[in-house]
């Protein structure tokens, strides 16, 4: 016996909306440096706004801050370079 019975289509789907804008990039907020250290030697950290990063000078680590919010985790820290001085222009405690 063969069925006989027709389905019917689906229905159409409607195209997704574009995405949202992403968020602007926000400063980070200068009371909040002051509380933070590195996560491996508890050292003070300093800030250079141009690279959106807080350096450690001990580990010579560079933490990212993403949308205003450092990143304080290890694995995401990258190597600061040697050959650049410590006290790099854009740099502040």
């Known amino acids: 016996m063969r069925c006989t019975k027709r389905w019917a289509q689906p229905p159409a789907v409607a195209p997704l909306p574009p995405p949202p804008d992403p ?27 141009e690279a959106r990063e807080l350096i450690c000078a001990a580990d010579r680590l560079a933490f990212p801050i993403r949308d205003g919010i450092p990143v304080m985790l290890v694995n995401e820290a990258r190597a600061v370079d040697e050959a650049a001085p410590p006290a790099a222009a854009g740099l502040s405690a």
Not at 37 to 47: A, D, G, M, R, T
């Open 23 to 49: 968020l602007p990039t926000r400063p980070m907020d200068t009371r909040l440096i002051d509380l933070l250290v590195c996560p491996i030697c508890k050292s003070p950290l300093s800030h250079d706004r």
